[in-house]
């Protein structure tokens, strides 16, 4: 149950600043940030949380969160019409992640019973 509890927290955190992002910088819609945020997530924590985390540590996961999220949403601008992108949005969005997975793992790392 505790492992629910941490998907949803990355999910909101996921969702907030990628609501920052594309939505207040660029006006893109709703639905694409929130299927965004879905798979942002679900890469961050499969890649960042389960591998990279317990092998590299905090800052070197965090930083690669960052980037994964932001490939995840160029991906999304080239295979999605109605959904765009621009630098300085991927930038902002990477560092958002970042930061916010920092202290997400902070978190993950104190309770012993969220994976990893």
């Known amino acids: 149950m505790r ?16 609501f920052i992002a594309f939505d207040l910088l660029l006006n893109n819609d709703i ?3 929130l299927l965004l945020s879905l798979v942002a997530m679900l890469i961050n924590y499969l890649i960042g949380d389960l591998m990279v985390l317990p092998a ?5 996961a965090s930083i690669g969160d ?17 959904f765009t992108t621009s630098w300085s949005t991927l930038l902002w969005f990477a560092i ?4 916010a997975e920092y202290f997400f793992h902070l978190y993950l790392k104190k309770d012993e019973k969220v994976a990893p």
């Open 66 to 82: 960052g980037l994964l999220a932001a490939i995840t949403a160029y991906i999304f601008d080239l295979l999605i019409p109605a």
């Open 31 to 33: 639905f694409w940030i």
């Open 3 to 18: 492992t629910g509890m941490a998907l949803l927290i990355k999910f909101i955190l996921t969702f907030v600043a990628a």
């Open 96 to 99: 958002l992640i970042g930061i």
């Open 56 to 60: 590299k540590g905090n800052m070197i």
